[in-house]
């Protein structure tokens, strides 16, 4: 079965993620496209991972036998470049052939509709369906060369509008005039070119390294720009006095960032650091975002700065929906997994425009990221956040799943449960700055355990008393 996680279909390549297989799925797109839109326009992309532009080339196909016109694009293209095609242009749509920050084996297809946001629910499930119905006898295919001919397929090229974006939402005269000195990495991934060059256009004297096509994303496997993967950027800033490392994910959605110390600044921390640098040098007031398990230091700011926080299920879909639909009071949108966007910009994730956020909130303040952090404490609190992950044996993970359905927990580490917030996993708020939750994943036997506190030696009480609760002890 073909089936859409938070974020896209995604599966192993030459096993699940097979032509025919995505044949199916572009057929199923189709389908839905025809059915809600006449003459439609499709933008198709696609990352640096291993057969990705053959695929994009598959999917087209399959769009223009049905009669969609296609936009394939000319090169590698990162996710938020796809999304911002499709608001500028007015598509009906676009198809993103990539696994963002999986492994190497992986690759996917991301769809999003006309909104420029991550497919929701009712829409995936609608292409899962006609999934289930359509044989490979039933897709439709024009060979893309007499696409190309008949102009159905059009090779497209989106960078310019998006970059000419990107410096309408970036203070580029504040980072030209700062004069910072910026390590970069794009890990293999489609951010090259893209962040790099921004880099450029600002003044901005940077070191981008691993901007090579590597299939196999070296040495790590995988294109996320997590504490273990961009080791070579923390050598870097260190070695070389950098103010700020920057990096991306595969499809440059996503981003990691490193403060001039070396420290390894999380998404849970830079979310408030931008909401603290927009409210302050641009006055923004009105709404802020952030997934259910994501760090409630945005919560503790934006309530002594005069701003609303909205609590969405994990998925960026979710954010992205609450954007378009409070477009004039929307400040930033982010989750704990490395997503972000701001106001003015597109319903999806931009890791490139959080790099650049970040470099001129540096830039504007005056300050290292660990110094702002610490201004925004003086407010919050001290904020201390952390997760683990259990794979579990697939009896342990239902047994795990029905304890959470049947049984509420009253206590964790001698703290009574005050709150149980479910609208994605269970979320279990034991006080006024503490709270632990439990999410499972839907495509893998692993149980996440989120806690967040306001002291170190509360944190690793309840991070032992959460393995305790998954494990039934």
């Known amino acids: 079965m073909i089936k859409f996680g938070t974020s896209g279909w995604r599966g192993i390549i030459a096993e699940e993620f097979t032509y025919e297989n995505v044949r199916i799925v572009t057929q199923a797109i189709a389908k839905l496209i025809n059915g809600e839109a006449k003459k439609a326009s499709v933008i198709i992309g696609y990352d640096t991972r291993f057969m990705s532009e053959d695929f994009a080339k598959a999917s087209a196909e399959v769009l223009a036998g049905n009669g969609i016109k296609v936009l394939l694009c000319k090169r590698d293209t990162p996710t938020p470049v796809v999304a911002f095609e ?54 439709k295919i024009m060979p893309l060369e007499q696409g190309i001919k008949n102009k159905i397929i059009e090779m497209h090229n989106p960078r310019a509008a998006y970059m000419k974006k990107i410096r309408e939402l970036v203070n580029f005269k504040a980072l030209k005039k700062a004069g910072l000195k910026v390590a970069c990495d794009v890990l293999h991934g489609t951010g090259n070119d893209y962040l790099d060059a921004l880099l450029d256009e600002a003044g901005i004297k940077h070191k981008t390294i691993n901007k090579n096509r590597d299939t196999m994303f070296s040495p790590n496997g995988a294109p996320e720009p997590n504490e273990q993967n961009i080791g070579e950027l923390f050598q870097m800033v260190k070695k070389e006095s950098f103010k700020l490392g920057l990096a991306a994910d595969g499809d440059a959605d996503r981003f990691g960032i490193i403060d001039s110390n070396g420290e390894f600044i999380t998404p849970n921390q830079v979310i408030p650091v931008l909401l603290y640098h927009l409210n302050k040098t641009r006055g923004w007031k009105g ?56 106001r003015g910009h597109i319903p999806e994730k931009d890791g490139i425009l959080a790099c650049l956020l970040m470099a001129e909130a540096a830039a504007m303040n005056k300050k290292s990221v660990t110094a702002m952090l610490k201004d925004i404490k003086k407010m919050t609190g001290e904020v201390i956040t952390s997760r683990l ?16 359905r049947e049984k509420s927990p009253e206590s964790f580490a001698g703290m009574k449960v005050i709150n149980n917030i479910s609208i994605d996993g269970h979320k279990f708020i034991l006080d006024d700055n503490t709270w632990i939750g439990f999410r499972l994943s839907g495509t893998e036997p692993v149980v996440r355990v989120y806690v967040e506190s306001d002291n170190q030696a509360k944190l690793n009480k309840l991070l032992k008393a959460g393995k305790a609760f998954v494990y039934g002890k």
């Open 86 to 139: 499709i608001i500028n242009s007015k598509l009906a749509g676009g198809i993103n052939f990539t696994a963002s920050h999986n492994p190497y084996k992986y690759n996917g297809i991301k769809y999003s509709p006309s909104w420029g946001g991550p497919a929701l629910p009712e829409t995936t499930s609608k292409i899962e369906k006609y999934c289930a119905s359509t044989g490979i006898k039933d897709v």
């Open 287 to 342: 709404i802020a975002a952030r997934s259910v398990m994501t760090s409630h230091m945005l919560d503790r700011l934006a309530a002594k700065i005069g701003v609303q926080v909205m609590e969405t299920p994990v998925g960026f879909k979710y954010i992205g929906e609450i954007m378009v639909n409070n477009q004039k009071d929307f400040i930033i949108g982010g989750e704990e997994s490395g997503g972000l966007t701001i």
């Open 389 to 404: 992950n259990f794979h579990l044996p697939a009896e342990t993970m239902e047994a795990f799943r029905n304890t959470l």
